[in-house]
């Protein structure tokens, strides 16, 4: 049975919800972004886009390239709030929603078609009620699999609909310049345009064994899929979760502060470890104390941006405890590292203050070898 996913894009998405509660702003440069000077540019407008701003951008270079840009902080609560609205709309249609960010969806409309008719008018129906019920713009792309849909609402930008059938998947990617496949990054692209291979079309041409030698077994035969359309990548609906947390009650009571401060580090790991595993990112990070005569402390706080780091997490655990009246003379009998205001992560809008990367790093590598391979400076053993 052939598939048929559905990928829902907002367009500009932060930028129009800031227009969208501030009319006077519609048509201008507007600016989500970070501050300086570590901030990124979470999204830009259209028309601040013509100056050439773009996602992911420093917010110094985006005020360099459009000095006259209205740059505004993210408001998330905001933007989850919209994100729910588009979220009830799209699974009136089936429950396989995979939500990859505030902004995008993947939808599994395979099935569906008994209930709700074609694929295409599925398609239609949502395409015309997220503006006529959000005031906001969306592109939609349906095809066979994940990868050709999100290629199509990619084509549709902004505001359109683009379905591409089986048969004409080929001839849609061909055309297409290989860094628009996913997983191609800036350093396979140059690696390929050393090779002579720019497009979707050209990569076709490669035969497998020369891509595994070019990247790998893996890496090769991944590109040779991709080339050809193919991507069997499930829908993967993402359950709500408020918050996820660990505790731990030792069996002999904590006294050392070093030790409390080491093992909120490990627990925090943990969570992490959960946050990621769900691709949520959290906003609000807390602990909990429990002392020995079970007087029973929580603390929390809001964090600047989203984030899945495992340090930020850390440090915030580890900045809680300093809130905490340690009773003299008690020992700690349990501890809890707790992250809540959960959002869906894939897009990190704003990484302020750490490499995204080096969370990768740690997260695979704790994945490898188990969780005890790589801890934070400090986090000794139990
Ligand atoms: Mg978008």
């Given at each position: 049975?052939?598939?048929?996913?559905?990928?829902?894009?907002?367009?500009?998405?932060?930028?129009?919800?800031e227009e969208l509660d501030h009319p006077e702003l519609r048509g201008k440069p507007v600016i989500v972004a970070g501050p300086e000077p570590r901030g990124v540019v979470a999204t830009a407008s259209y028309a601040a886009r013509q100056f050439g701003v773009r996602s992911g951008m420093p917010t110094t270079q985006a005020k360099r390239l459009?000095?006259?840009?209205?740059?505004?902080?993210?408001?998330?609560?905001?933007?989850?709030?919209m994100a729910q609205k588009i979220r009830a709309i799209l699974s009136e249609y089936t429950p396989l929603v995979e939500p990859v960010s505030l902004d995008e969806a993947f939808l599994d409309l395979s099935g569906s078609?008994?209930?709700?008719?074609?694929?295409?008018?599925?398609?239609?129906?949502?395409?015309?009620?997220?503006?006529?019920?959000t005031n906001l713009s969306c592109s939609v792309g349906v095809g066979p699999n994940k990868l050709v849909a999100k290629l199509a609402s990619d084509a549709a930008k902004p505001g359109g609909l683009?379905?591409?059938?089986?048969?004409?998947?080929?001839?849609?990617?061909?055309?297409?310049?290989?860094?628009?496949?996913?997983?191609?990054?800036?350093?396979?692209?140059?690696?390929?345009?050393?090779?002579?291979?720019?497009?979707?079309?050209?990569?076709?041409?490669?035969?497998?064994?020369?891509?595994?030698?070019?990247?790998?077994?893996?890496?090769?035969?991944?590109?040779?899929?991709?080339?050809?359309?193919?991507?069997?990548?499930p829908v993967v609906p993402v359950r709500e979760s408020k918050s996820l947390s660990h505790e731990v009650t030792y069996a002999q009571d904590i006294f050392a502060k070093e030790k409390v401060e080491a093992e909120l580090r490990r627990l925090?790991?943990?969570?992490?470890?959960?946050?990621?595993?769900?691709r949520l990112l959290a906003q609000t990070v807390q602990i909990k104390v429990r002392f020995a005569d079970f007087t029973t402390c929580t603390r929390q706080t809001k964090l600047p941006e989203p984030t899945d780091q495992a340090m930020i997490v850390a440090a915030e655990a580890v900045g809680l405890l300093s809130r905490v009246q340690i009773p003299p003379g008690q020992g700690v009998r349990l501890l809890g590292v707790g992250v809540a205001d959960l959002v869906p992560a894939t897009f990190r809008p704003l990484p302020l203050f750490l490499d995204p990367k080096l969370g990768d790093v740690l997260c695979e590598v704790r994945q490898k070898f188990g969780t005890d391979a790589l801890r934070l400076g400090n986090s000794s053993s139990k």
């Open positions: 049975m052939p598939r048929w996913i559905l990928h829902v894009d907002m367009d500009a998405f932060y930028a129009s919800v459009c000095p006259h840009g209205i740059f505004l902080p993210p408001r998330f609560d905001r933007y989850e709030e078609e008994l209930l709700y008719g074609p694929p295409e008018r599925i398609a239609e129906e949502i395409h015309m009620r997220i503006p006529k019920e683009k379905i591409v059938y089986p048969e004409e998947v080929q001839s849609f990617l061909d055309q297409l310049p290989v860094e628009k496949l996913w997983g191609v990054g800036p350093k396979t692209a140059a690696r390929l345009e050393e090779k002579g291979v720019r497009t979707v079309y050209d990569l076709r041409q490669v035969p497998l064994g020369l891509l595994r030698s070019w990247f790998g077994p893996k890496g090769g035969e991944a590109l040779w899929q991709l080339a050809r359309g193919l991507d069997e990548t925090a790991l943990l969570v992490v470890d959960r946050l990621r595993a769900e």
